[in-house]
């Protein structure tokens, strides 16, 4: 059974930051990209990151550009998504997806993404 299990998630305040966790099971991706989505309660599912099967391609949210960094460890099946300086408007779920049919770059459609996690809250405070 494939899974994608998300950790890492917290409540804290503004300023601080956390690094989530993507770890995945049953299928391996290391030639897949790999994305983090976030939905906020009343608003619909954005794209916050992406990265290519080897790292060397990534994609960022204009709202999280230069805050956050999608990274991977291949060996261990797992990506990350280290978040700085967080605000408020950062509260979501977050979710992180499996891309399995692009070969080459990253895609912040949600719906180029074959297999998705539960998710995991990520609370800011002012």
């Known amino acids: 059974q494939v899974q994608l299990v998300e950790s890492g998630g917290g409540f804290l305040q503004a300023g601080g930051y956390l690094r989530l966790s993507c770890a995945a099971s049953?299928?391996?991706?290391?030639?897949?990209?790999m994305g983090w989505f976030r939905q906020a309660p009343g608003k619909e599912r954005e794209f916050v990151a992406a990265?290519?099967?080897?790292?060397?391609?990534?994609s960022y949210a204009d709202s999280v550009k230069g805050r956050f960094i999608i990274f991977r460890d291949n060996a261990k099946n797992t990506v990350y998504l280290q978040m700085n300086s967080l605000k408020p408007e950062d509260t979501a779920v977050y979710y992180c997806?499996?891309?399995?049919?692009?070969?080459?770059?990253?895609?912040?459609?949600?719906?180029?993404?074959?297999?998705w996690g539960r998710g995991t809250q990520v609370t800011v405070s002012s």
């Open positions: 990265i290519n099967w080897n790292g060397g391609i990534t």
């Open positions: 997806a499996a891309d399995t049919t692009s070969r080459t770059g990253v895609r912040g459609d949600g719906a180029s993404y074959a297999y």
């Open positions: 049953g299928r391996a991706f290391n030639n897949d990209a």
